[in-house]
C-alpha cells in the first residue's frame, strides 16, 4: 500500500501570497486522498502549539511543518527534526543554509527549480541537497526535464508536491511512499534512506 503525501503547501495564515485557510487546506488533503501535508510558508516556521491544534482537529490527517526558505540561490524548503530550531535560522546563500540545516539534523529540498533560471547552478559544485522537486504546479515540462537529470547525475531524492496556494491545487502533484510518515524525523529519515 502507498500512502500519498504533499510535502510542500501554503496556507493564507503566514504566506501573503496563499488564499487558503488552515483548515480548509486540511480538509481538502483527506478529500483528494492525502495521508498528510506539510505546511512551508515563505521565510516562517508555525508556531509548534499552532500545528497541533489542527493536529487535534484533523486527526486522520499527518500534518508536517518546514519552511520555504528564499536564498538568493532559489527557493529550499526545510524540514528540521525540531521546528522550533528553525527560527534560528537566517541566510541568503544555500551554501551557508545547507550548513545550519545539516548540523541540526535537518534536510534541505530545492524547490521549483529552473522556475526563473534554466541555467544550470554553480552552487551545485559545492552544496549537496538531500531533495529536488521535479514536479510542481510552478514547473514547466523543460524546468522538470533539467530536474530530472540533476537528480539523476547527482544522486539527489526526486519529490513532487504541489507548492499550492490555493486549495484547489492541494495534492495535484504527490509522493507516494510505502509507509505512513508521523513527524518531520519520519520525513528526514525518509529523504536520508532514499538517497
Known sequence: MLFHYDFHVHT???SSCSHSPPDAVCRRALSVGLAGIAFTE???????SEVEELRVQFPDLVILHGAE????????LVFLPDA???EALASDSILELVHQVHRIGGII???HPFRYDRSTPVW???VLVDGIEVASTNMDEQATNQALKIAESRGINTFENSDAHDVDSIGTYRNKIP???KNNADLIDYARKSR
Request: net charge negative.
Open 69 to 76: 526558505f528564499s536564498c538568493t540561490e532559489g527557493h529550499f
Open 42 to 48: 515563505h521565510d516562517r516556521w508555525w508556531p509548534a
Open 124 to 126: 551545485l559544485e559545492d
Open 84 to 86: 522550533v530550531s528553525g
Open 12 to 14: 493564507s495564515r503566514y
Open 109 to 111: 529540498i530545492w524547490a
Open 179 to 181: 509507509y505512513i510518515l
